[in-house]
């Protein structure tokens, strides 16, 4: 049976040596979904594992109250850390990241699996085809329950679609206002029953989160910019992500679901991003 999609991911990048202490303390915050990647270069997915180890053995959470996410990365997006063989087939590199991951994660399977980017900035290419297919693998061999795809093109995913690939259950991409907050993407996912999971919602909409608008919706909701951000994503049908490495931020995150905008308000954000 599939797991229940979840309402906010908290997202582990660039926390370093920070990563298992700020794992445990988003668990001890609520949140219970978490989004890795096994990517040394960017993200430190053992120290993932720790805090989930902590948070278990203190008896915050069990394995199965959890989403765990994580992605397949390309040579081209690592650094000389590569969890598999250069060398090895694409099939044979997704095998070993996977496995790398779930020894890293300490679980035997991932609630989802994610391709972090098509191998052209443009094109669906065979390399991709011959990654997703072994991805559809591991997930039939219960390795991962759900599949994934991000940093990904309105291109990207016609030419998936058109090679008669398997469509993701996710897309995950960088979301900017100025692009309608993704607008072609998610309009795409709506119509192939695509959950949209969107990160960068603050740091890649500045103009965005300091607008006077949004401080005047903060104000009449008692809520902070950053919480009128979240529960417009939420309006729109974005999953969100957030980074944040504060205890305080964690609880307004969290809390930014119980905040319902009314319609008025989603077209007056809308407008501000043109
Ligand atoms: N697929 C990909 O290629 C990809 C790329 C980038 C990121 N991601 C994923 O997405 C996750 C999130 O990345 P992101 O870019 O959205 O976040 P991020 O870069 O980690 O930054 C979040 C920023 O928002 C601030 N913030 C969060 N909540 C706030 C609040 N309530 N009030 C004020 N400031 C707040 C944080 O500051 P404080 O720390 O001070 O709260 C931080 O500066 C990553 O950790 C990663 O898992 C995926």
């Not at 008896?59 to 063989?85: I, M, S």
């Not at 591991?138 to 093109?153: F, H, I, M």
């Not at 930014?256 to 989603?266: F, G, N």
Request: aromatic share 10%; with cysteine.
């Amino acid at each position: 049976m599939s797991p229940p999609i979840p309402s906010f991911f908290y997202g582990t990048a660039w926390k370093e040596e920070r990563t298992a202490t700020l794992v445990e303390l988003a668990l001890r915050s609520g949140f219970r979904a978490i989004d890795t990647a096994n990517q040394r270069r960017h993200y430190f997915e053992d120290g993932v594992g720790e805090g989930l180890a902590t948070a278990y053995h203190a008896g915050v959470v069990t394995r199965d109250d959890l989403f765990l996410q994580t992605k397949f990365t390309y040579q081209r997006g690592q650094d000389h850390r590569l969890p598999y063989d250069p060398t090895a087939s694409f099939s044979e590199q997704v095998k070993q990241s996977l496995a790398s991951s779930l020894t890293h994660l300490g679980t035997d399977h991932v609630d989802s699996y994610v391709l972090h980017g098509p191998a052209s900035n443009y094109d669906w290419t065979d390399d991709d085809g011959e990654v997703w297919e072994e991805m559809c693998k591991e997930r039939d061999a219960d390795r991962t329950r759900l599949l994934g795809v991000s940093n990904v093109s309105l291109s990207h995913l016609e030419a998936m679609s058109a090679s008669r690939a398997e469509l993701p259950t996710f897309v995950q991409n960088r979301c900017y206002a100025r692009l309608g907050w993704d607008r072609d993407i998610r309009d795409f996912c709506r119509d192939h029953n695509i959950v949209y999971q969107g990160f960068s919602l603050l740091t890649a909409n500045h103009e965005v989160l300091h607008h006077p608008l949004i401080a005047r919706l903060a104000e009449s909701a008692g809520a902070t910019p950053a919480q009128i951000i979240f529960a417009f994503a939420r309006a729109i049908k974005i999953l969100p992500l957030t980074g944040t490495s504060n205890a305080h931020h964690m609880q307004q995150d969290l809390a930014s679901r119980d905040l319902i905008l009314p319609p008025e308000a989603v077209q007056t954000i809308e407008s501000i991003s043109g």
